[in-house]
């Protein structure tokens, strides 16, 4: 079944216009900057060609609008001097990069991959939708989803809110309750989703997850001597199993329990892959609750959730989270579609340079406002921002000393370049973070 749109009006949206906007529609997006996008992707929905966009060498692009089926968003209606909202510039410029819709891409391929596996094996039974709306409410992002009022999840340190009742979505859940609600019993989503995060070679603040949602009526488990829940259960199993098969081949696997607000009971499957056990998603039986609440009164299903990029890194070898986002002509003409597990060739290895800083700590410090601030600063040139000591001395003060790995995977860092984001990460740590440099 396709996702019917409603019409667009023109204007620039309000604050009160995207929360309406929010509340109410699942929407197609694309940037509008045409001095860095040339054309578009062959889909039936707008969508954004970024797979020719220039970027400098470590600043992010320079993007001001973000263009909703015709409606467009002003970048200052989604970063913005307000004490509700923590979208730094960096976020929104990947606003509308969709590397999941680009069929050469690391991410495309993987996507595509496990689309041919669910139309394979249930032809024409799953709709798709990878372009809905990546900002949503936070009704929609936690409380649809049993999030827990106080869930670390909820904080501004884990989340980037536009205001406090909306957010970019941190997980492909977002979408969930409202899909069930129009209508959609069995479906796939992907998208980009954020989330205020370390800084590491496996972590960066957007990555993209796909959500599978399979609903099951009272006639498809009676008779089958089970429960529903069990029912359901078993068929996720199976489903998951054929799944990972088909991405990795004849693999040994075994079943987790593990705990997550929306399923119960809940799951995680590993494989063990290259000498390792390697978790490939997490899943369950969909809370009762959420069916409940979206006109599913008698009804089971299951669900689940994996990373793109996890996924991507282990099939394609690929070290660093950040190649993703490049557009070297090295990394980008490695990838051809279709072709699964094409080994990833080190095109360079430019030498990092380390840099340390030290600071007395407050009570309202957090690693995760340090690392969006270095990342403000030197974007994708930090590679690692690592705690290395910590003591705290005879009044009760608390050092912390964190080491700040910068390498660029396209060239090699002059001294003067490092010196100068090494100094700005300096006055800004103290200026912002209410730390006091050692």
Not at 171 to 193: I, M, N, P, R, Y
Not at 394 to 410: A, D, L, Q, W
């Amino acid at each position: 079944m396709a996702l019917t749109f409603a019409q667009y009006s023109s204007t620039i949206f309000s604050r009160s216009s995207l929360l309406f906007l929010h509340n109410n529609e699942l929407r197609s997006f694309a940037l509008s900057t045409p001095l860095l996008f040339s054309s578009s992707f062959s889909t039936s929905s707008p969508a954004l060609s970024a797979h020719k966009l220039g970027r400098s060498k470590w600043r992010p692009p320079v993007a001001s609008i973000l263009e909703v089926a015709g409606v467009k968003v002003a970048k200052e209606e989604i970063v913005r001097d307000d004490p509700t909202n923590n979208v730094p510039d960096t976020i929104f410029s990947k606003l509308g990069m969709q590397l999941h819709r680009r069929d050469q891409h690391p991410i495309g391929i993987v996507k595509n991959v496990i689309y041919d596996y669910f139309d394979t094996n249930y032809p024409n039974k799953f709709d798709k939708f990878d372009d809905l709306f990546p900002i949503v409410s936070v009704k929609q992002n936690f409380d649809d989803v049993l999030v827990p009022a106080d869930h670390v999840s909820r904080s501004y340190n884990d989340t980037y809110y536009v205001d406090s009742q909306t957010v970019l979505r941190c997980h492909t859940s977002a979408h969930q309750a409202e899909l069930l609600s129009k209508g959609h019993s069995t479906f796939l989503v992907t998208g980009d989703v954020y989330r205020r995060d370390s800084i590491d070679s496996t972590h960066y603040p957007v990555f993209h997850q796909m959500e599978g949602l399979r609903v099951f009526s009272p006639h498809d488990w009676e008779g089958s001597g089970t429960d529903g829940t069990s029912y359901a259960a078993g068929d996720l199993k199976k489903c998951l199993e054929g799944l990972a098969r088909h991405l990795f081949g004849a693999v040994e696997m075994r079943w987790v329990d593990t705990y997550f607000p929306f399923t119960d009971p809940s799951f995680e499957l590993e494989i063990y892959f290259q000498e390792n056990w390697l978790e490939v998603l997490g899943c369950g039986v969909t809370e009762q609750e959420i069916l409940k609440q979206n006109g599913r009164k008698n009804s089971v299903a299951w669900a689940f959730g994996l990373g793109l990029e996890r996924l991507a890194m282990v099939l394609f070898d690929i070290p660093d989270i950040r190649l993703f986002w490049s557009d070297d002509e090295r990394f980008t003409s490695q990838f051809s579609k279709g072709q699964l597990g094409v080994k990833f060739k080190p095109f360079s290895k430019y030498p990092p340079c380390y840099k340390d800083i030290s600071f007395w700590i407050s009570d309202s410090f957090t690693e995760n406002n340090l690392c969006e601030l270095v990342r403000g600063i030197a974007g994708d040139l930090v590679e690692e921002v690592k705690l290395i000591d910590n003591f705290t001395n005879k009044k009760g003060m608390t050092s912390h000393c964190y080491r700040i790995v910068y390498r660029s995977m396209e060239r090699s860092l002059t001294d003067e370049e490092i010196n100068d984001l090494q100094w700005k990460v300096r006055d800004q740590v103290e200026s912002k973070l209410n730390v006091v440099i050692r």
